[in-house]
């Protein structure tokens, strides 16, 4: 049996059944995970969430910034249908109850001890061990199941921009929601900055990468995540970080999960460059 990591498939169908041949994926015996935004920006997300719900117990989901937004969206809260946004065809399907009901109840951290590997979407606070980010995003998928709406509300916006154990109601679970599906940099005290979205090297001080923040307590775990185009695939600080921007005309990755984690890619089949990360 192998286990597959995939980031960041926004859409994008065609690709996804390429790199599932690509490495002969047997859903028999073989187990896929997902590292979050299946959907938006690209062409096919109602393709998508139906091939991977339809997977049943062979995949395994975190949930995705553009995911939380369609949910939101889906039941009218927050800021609607943005101009970039390739969701309709989830909105106006038969079935998208049923289909965003299987989306809503899943994570936002996935961890696995056989495998000595966790997923999550975009990153962890550096203030959280390994367990209390698996914690934190349970915290929000206990809102997710049981009132879902206040969180829709809740969750836009970039602050607190420090992690706190003292937070507390909707800046508690925002701050969460931010670190595991936004992160990309923070400053050498953990301050968090959710808009800056540039490569590593075109960021200005004082901002880093964060799994480069001093300190970071989960720096001896292994993670694998996505989010982040700009920084590409990235191995490293036992992060593995794999939107490698297929949404954006470069390519969708496969990550076997294992003591040596291999990668395999596949072409985006038209340059789409779409929208924001």
Excluded at 31 to 59: C, E, T
Excluded at 63 to 77: F, S
Excluded at 134 to 152: C, D, F, H, K, S
Excluded at 234 to 250: F, K, L, R, Y
């Amino acid at each position: 049996m192998a286990t597959y990591a995939i980031s960041d498939v926004q859409g994008c169908m065609a690709e996804l059944e390429a790199l599932l041949g690509l490495i002969a994926f047997d859903r028999k015996r073989d187990r896929l995970w997902f590292v979050g935004d299946l959907v938006n920006r690209g062409p096919d997300s109602l393709a998508v969430l139906r091939f991977v719900r339809d997977l049943g117990s062979a995949a395994i989901v975190v949930l995705g910034n553009h995911d939380l937004h369609l949910l939101a969206v889906a039941e009218g809260h927050g800021r609607g249908v943005r101009r970039k946004d390739t969701i309709a065809d989830v909105l106006d399907a038969k079935d998208r109850d049923e289909l965003l009901d299987w989306l809503r109840l899943r994570p936002l951290v996935h961890h696995d001890e056989e495998l000595a590997f966790t997923m999550v979407h975009a990153g962890f606070a550096p203030q959280w061990t390994l367990a209390q980010a698996i914690t934190a995003g349970q915290e929000v998928e206990a809102a997710l199941a049981r009132r879902p709406a206040a969180l829709y509300e809740d969750m836009y916006g970039d602050g607190p921009d420090l992690w706190s154990d003292t937070l507390r109601g909707g800046e508690r679970l925002r701050c969460i929601v931010n670190c595991c599906t936004r992160l990309r940099f923070v400053d050498a005290d953990g301050h968090l900055n959710i808009r800056l979205k540039v490569a590593p090297a075109d960021a200005p001080a004082p901002w880093i990468p964060w799994f480069n923040a001093p300190g970071r307590r989960t720096a001896k775990d292994r993670i694998v995540c996505g989010h982040w185009s700009a920084l590409g695939l990235h191995v490293g600080a036992n992060v593995w970080s794999i939107d490698t921007g297929c949404v954006w005309g470069n390519r969708l990755s496969a990550l076997r999960l294992g003591p040596n984690p291999e990668l395999t890619h596949v072409p985006c089949r038209g340059s789409l460059k779409v929208g924001d990360d």
